[in-house]
């Protein structure tokens, strides 16, 4: 059973076009991350969340913090094709020692 | 660069086989993880460290096993490799006072086991 679930799981889309991608969870995190992922490389960080309600911004994409702390989303604004990837949402359980449970992904393609 | 570094890149093994997986970063990381990715799974612990001398088990151990003698170095092992770790496995490093870092990964071993 995974703890995060995402949503889509795959997305095409072309350039200028905007998408959000959800990951949800019945339970509690102390923190969610959101990282992406390129082929044949490892995750890299874009951003982590702390407080329920929580939105942050980089650049043309913006992260939300559910209130209750179980889910969050990552919104793309007019997407670029330097934008496809593989983006995971990673939260950590409160008392875990730091072990972080990843989603299960969302793959975007973004074409011209 | 400073990073994590995993060895080997690749690698194809036959059923029954062993071979440990060799994470090295620099970065002085009290923690340290090795998950696998698997398609539609995203990334699931393996196991884990937090600190020299220290691990335990995460999500899936059966059929690992791990060793931090260094602080800098954790080693992944498969005693006898089954089809069903065929997989992409990932080390990461983070220090405990940095947490809003994040992890930082390497770069993967792609593992088949036939």
């Known amino acids: 059973t995974q703890l995060l679930e995402q949503s889509p799981q795959f997305l095409s889309i072309q350039e200028g076009e905007n998408l959000t991608v959800y990951c949800n969870s019945s339970s509690v995190f102390s923190s969610l991350q959101w990282y992406r992922q390129e082929p044949g490389e490892g995750p890299v960080l874009l951003v982590t969340?702390?407080?329920?309600?929580e939105v942050k911004k980089l650049k043309r994409l913006t992260f939300q913090f559910g209130d209750a702390r179980k889910d969050s989303s990552l919104h793309i604004t007019a997407a670029q094709p330097g934008d496809t990837g593989l983006y995971l949402c990673a939260g950590e359980l409160a008392g875990t020692a730091s072990k972080l449970t990843f989603g299960t992904g969302t793959r975007l393609q973004v074409t011209l | 660069n400073a990073g994590v570094t995993q060895t080997p890149k690749f690698r194809v093994l036959k059923t029954g086989q062993s071979m440990t997986l060799l994470c090295a970063q620099d970065?002085?990381?009290?923690?340290m993880y090795w998950y696998r990715q698997d398609p539609g799974m995203g990334l699931r612990l393996i196991h884990y460290s937090v600190g020299e001398g220290t691990t335990a088990k995460g999500e899936v151990p059966d059929g690992y096993n791990v060793s931090r003698l260094k602080k800098q170095n954790f080693l992944l092992g498969l005693e006898s490799a089954a089809p069903s770790q065929t997989s992409v496995y990932f080390c990461?490093?983070?220090?405990?006072?940095?947490?809003?870092?994040?992890?930082?990964f390497g770069s993967g071993t792609r593992l088949t086991v036939v």
């Open positions: 969340v702390v407080t329920g309600g």
């Open positions: 990461a490093s983070r220090s405990p006072g940095q947490w809003s870092y994040g992890y930082t």
């Open positions: 970065m002085n990381h009290e923690y």
